[in-house]
């Protein structure tokens, strides 16, 4: 879709589609192979995303799943800063995105470890989008709605509030898992080109989620499979960024995609 967004003066190209490798830095992830807590888990976590080909470094410490226990805010903010402070000393020059939902927390992890992108599952709100205008860093806007007509609605509005912030770069996320039956979650990939109407990047999350382990009664630790078919689809209806646990795999769809386009 050839968009650019600037990452701490750095323009990247979201030409072709990028993939962005999940690091949690939490006990309670709701895919246990992602759960990331001691430095030496840490360290080859990011390293691994890193060597197979991943774009971006997503470090969360407070866990959304269902039913989650919510983190305070400062065990939320002690969590990542040991993490983002592994990931700086380890890959310096690593894109690295935190998974936040607390403007406060967002502002930490920007001017204490110049994390370059806040990534928010939470749909936003007045405080959270006037600091990341403030921070001048891309914003991932999530959207909880259930149909891609009210997720157009809401992003409509809410990109509106952020522009006129002084938001540049903003990328759309529709939520897959968050505020949506097993239905709505097909439906809204089933329409999700839709989305391009708003000139926007789109990311995509699907890893393990559980609109693959409850179609196929199965864990996420099974869900590998379908987590790469839901991308390869996402890819193909416009995504530029897929956020996933297997980077090397989602890495591949890209490849394919790219070379199916260059012909």
């Known amino acids: 879709m050839g968009e650019m967004i600037n990452v701490r003066g750095r323009l990247v190209s979201l030409s072709e589609p990028l993939v962005m490798g999940i690091l949690n830095v939490t006990p309670d992830s709701f895919y246990a192979g992602s759960r990331k807590q001691t430095e030496q888990e840490i360290v080859e976590r990011v390293r691994q995303i890193v060597t197979e080909g991943g774009a971006i470094i997503d470090v969360g410490a407070c866990s959304t799943r269902p039913g989650f226990r919510e983190v305070s805010e400062k065990e939320e903010m002690d969590r990542l800063r040991f993490g983002l402070g592994i990931v700086r000393r380890e890959l310096p020059d690593s894109v690295v995105s935190v998974d936040t939902f607390r403007p406060d927390v967002a502002r930490m992890a920007v001017e204490e470890f110049g994390a370059d992108i806040v990534n928010d599952v939470s749909e936003g709100g007045t405080a959270m989008f006037r600091m990341v205008s403030n921070l001048r860093v891309p914003y991932i806007l999530m959207s909880q709605q259930p149909t891609i007509r009210e997720m157009l609605l809401s992003f409509a509005e809410k990109v509106q509030q952020l ?3 002084g938001a540049k770069d903003i990328i759309l996320d529709p939520g897959f898992g968050f505020g949506k039956t097993l239905e709505q979650n097909y439906q809204v990939m089933g329409e999700l080109e ?16 559980s609109m693959i382990f409850k179609l196929f009664g199965v864990t996420p630790n099974e869900s590998l499979n ?11 209806k416009g995504a530029s960024i897929l956020r996933v646990h297997d980077v090397r795999e989602a890495v591949e769809c890209c490849k394919i995609m790219n070379r199916v386009n260059s012909k």
Do not use: H, Y
């Open 194 to 209: 839709k989305l391009q109407v708003m000139e926007l990047p789109l990311l995509v999350g699907v890893s393990r989620k």
């Open 226 to 236: 379908g987590t790469t078919a839901l991308n390869v689809i996402a890819l193909m």
């Open 163 to 165: 522009r006129d912030f």
